[in-house]
């Protein structure tokens, strides 16, 4: 019997110990994003945890991160002599993610607004029956049986009385009420400008892990996420036409995976985290003559640009197109609160930068942008100036840079400041094959551009069945700086498409005249002071029955009664 039971019980230890062998350890970690590779569009965040294994089968999984991450791209490792075993991910919708104290501060005012304005409404109520009440039970004594004149006349005071009673304080519970109403719907417009999500889906990543002793190991995980991503923004700083210009390079940066990112090292890149792994295929480059961009609303698009090789995955416009994104956008909800980012295709060089970001930076997840500063460059530049009177009286100022290929921008918008003073917002647009890029520093007013019709020169004469109609125009150009400037003034005469309308170049004060289009160009260098004057006139023939408009016009809005 001994025999027996000491049998027993090594038979339970040995299933005991093979059983205990073969059991997981479940552990549960939460560690926020701490360093992030923020691409155009999307971003490659990292997390790091020590954790300590048991011998044996361990399973951690990470919890309450994105819901936008791309499970094809999660990539794991873990020091010291542990075998990664299987990495998986899930979504949970049933977590609660922490809120931040202001957010849960408006929802705990909102929530108590509510509250109150719906015990307003009760007393209301019980205001309006009781009037009810007294309406519907006005007859007194009955239809037969009449009423002595002093009972009458105490039930009349009462009715009044009360009735009065009834609606003042009906009239300072509606007061109140809409009152509350206008707190609330600020308190739910602070919410959605907070971007307060509730009950936001997140995902878990449960990572299997074998040790052969228990030991203390370091996992670094890292993904690729959805609905993050920079843009450039520059700042052009110029003082004066003699001294070089400042360039400040910055991106603005925006963040709208669902989780915050506290203090975290950032760096930015032009690459394409969705790139294809597919060998590249090269396509024909045709060139074409450069028309220069086309700007529309808050974009601008050249219809010469094309691309020089073919990949699985394109650039994003105006919508989101890798797959990722779209795995992204199955996984969890839009959310109506946040103001849909808007995107404009543009063209970067083959060759991806990268730009590692000193500062540590907190970007919340709210979609909108954040200011990170990049680089400076003091920019050696030639200055000119250039002028179109025809539409525009004021002469531009232009700073012209060479070998910008050399700093990894990416077109996008600048801010201009000359003197100190804020002038206006230009375009840096890098698609031009020039070795030169030209930056408008907008209007300089101390080079003075006039233009002005002389009437001598403009007269109109009938040759037979034809009409001859001859333009004259004056141009003065002055420099009231106390330096020389160059500067281009350019002008136009019409050009004939019809063989029966003849226009003659007169008098174009040694233009630079292109037959084509009619363009023409005067350069000067003006002294400190100096003045010059342009005489241009011109004359068109046609027939004498045709009507011709002669006047280039362009179309304004304006009030029509």
């Known amino acids: 019997m001994k025999k027996t039971c000491s049998f027993l019980f090594f038979v339970l230890a040995m299933i005991s110990h093979v059983f205990g ?42 919890v309450g ?35 931040s104290i202001k957010i849960k501060q408006l929802k705990d005012s909102a929530l108590l607004l509510n509250d109150v304005i719906s015990q307003l409404n009760n007393d209301k ?55 509350l109403n206008e707190v609330l719907s600020k308190t739910n417009q602070q919410l959605r400008e907070l971007n307060a999500k509730n009950n936001q889906p ?41 001294q070089p210009i400042e360039l400040k390079y910055r991106a603005k940066v925006f963040n709208n995976t669902g989780i915050d990112w506290n203090d975290i090292k950032i760096k930015l890149s032009t690459s394409d985290p969705s790139q294809s792994a597919s060998k590249p295929v090269l396509l024909t480059w045709n060139l074409d003559y450069y028309s220069g961009p086309v700007y529309k609303g808050n974009v601008y698009s050249n219809s010469n640009a094309a691309p020089a090789y073919q990949s699985n995955q394109g650039y994003i416009q105006n919508s989101i197109t890798s797959n990722q994104s779209i795995d992204a956008q ?27 970001i000193k500062t540590s930076y907190s970007i919340p997840s709210d979609a909108k942008p954040y200011i990170v500063d990049v680089t400076e460059y003091k920019l050696p530049a030639t200055y000119q100036h250039h002028s179109v009177p025809k539409i525009d009286r004021d002469a531009f100022l232009l700073a012209r840079i060479t070998g910008w290929e050399d700093l990894d921008l990416v077109e996008g918008p600048a801010n201009v400041y000359y003197g100190g003073t804020y002038v206006g917002q230009s375009y840096i647009y890098t698609r ?73 170049a007169l008098e ?18 003006l002294q400190p002071g100096e003045v010059k004057k342009i005489v241009l006139t011109y004359s068109v023939k046609y027939p004498k029955t045709a009507t011709i408009n002669l006047q280039k016009t362009k179309s304004k809005m304006r009030a029509k009664f």
């Open 508 to 525: 174009i004060t040694k233009a630079e005249y292109d037959t084509k289009t009619g363009k023409l160009t005067w350069t000067y260098t």
């Open 21 to 62: 062998q073969n059991t997981e350890s479940t552990q549960e970690v939460s560690t926020p994003v701490q360093s992030a590779i923020i691409y155009l569009y999307g971003a490659e965040v990292n997390h790091s945890k020590q954790v300590t294994l048991n011998s044996g089968r361990n399973k951690i999984v990470f």
């Open 65 to 99: 991160l994105s819901a936008k991450l791309d499970s094809k791209s999660i990539q794991v490792n873990a020091t010291g002599d542990v075998s990664i075993l299987a990495i998986s991910d899930v979504i949970n919708y049933m977590a609660n993610q922490k809120e």
């Open 330 to 356: 199955e996984k969890s909800a839009p959310n109506k609160n946040v103001k849909p980012i808007e995107f404009e295709e543009i063209q970067v060089s083959e060759l991806s930068a990268e730009f590692d």
């Open 125 to 179: 109520d019980a205001f309006v029956t009781e009037k009810n009440m007294l309406l519907v039970n006005d007859k007194i004594g009955g239809n037969e049986k009449g009423v002595a004149i002093a009972e009458l006349k105490l039930a009349a005071d009462f009715y009044r009385s009360r009735i009065k009673e009834i609606n003042a304080e009906v009239f300072k519970l509606d007061k109140k009420t809409i009152q």
């Open 202 to 242: 997140t995902s878990e990543i449960t990572i299997l892990l074998s040790s052969a002793t228990k030991t203390t190991t370091t996992i670094n995980l890292k993904y690729i996420v959805s609905d993050a991503g920079w843009a450039p923004s520059y700042d052009l700083h110029a003082e004066d036409i003699n």
């Open 432 to 504: 031009s094959a020039d070795d030169t890029l030209d930056l408008s520093l907008g209007r300089d007013n101390k080079v003075l551009v006039t233009r002005s019709k002389v009437k001598e020169f403009c007269n109109t004469k009938y040759l037979g069945n034809a009409k001859k109609e001859t333009f004259g125009y004056e141009m003065v150009v002055k420099n009231n700086r106390k330096t020389a400037v160059q500067i281009d003034v350019l002008d136009q005469i019409p050009v004939s498409t019809q063989s029966d309308i003849i226009v003659e």
